[in-house]
Nanobody
């Protein structure tokens, strides 16, 4: 079973920045994709950004140009640098890790952007 440890959420004013981190442990298979999803109150969980082990990245249109995902394969850690934050970015952010045998989720970290 893969465990995901998230950190870095918090409260920030609009226009500010936060950096999320997620470290995966316990996987005996390579983790092909790591990423971030978010769920705002009353809404469905949505993709924010993903990064493959080969370096490919994918972003939701709503965060392109503001958020940057990066990954340290040696540490099985993924980061999400969030700049120019907006109130609509307020949500619980969940880390996700996919291997050939598992699709694992973190417990989530709250990001709140005040106007």
């Amino acid at each position: 079973q893969v465990q995901l440890a998230e950190s870095g959420g918090g409260l920030v004013q609009a226009g500010g920045s936060l950096r999320l981190s997620c470290a995966a442990s316990g996987s005996i298979f390579p983790i092909f994709v790591m990423g971030w999803y978010r769920q705002a109150l009353g809404k469905q969980r949505e993709l924010v950004a993903t990064a493959t082990s080969s370096g490919s990245t994918n972003y939701a249109d709503s965060v392109k140009g503001r958020f940057t995902i990066s990954r340290d394969n040696a540490k099985n850690t993924v980061y999400l640098q969030m700049n120019s934050l907006k109130p609509e970015d307020t949500a619980v952010y969940y880390c996700n890790a996919v291997s050939i045998m598992s699709n694992s989720w973190g417990q989530g970290t709250q990001v709140t952007v005040s106007s």
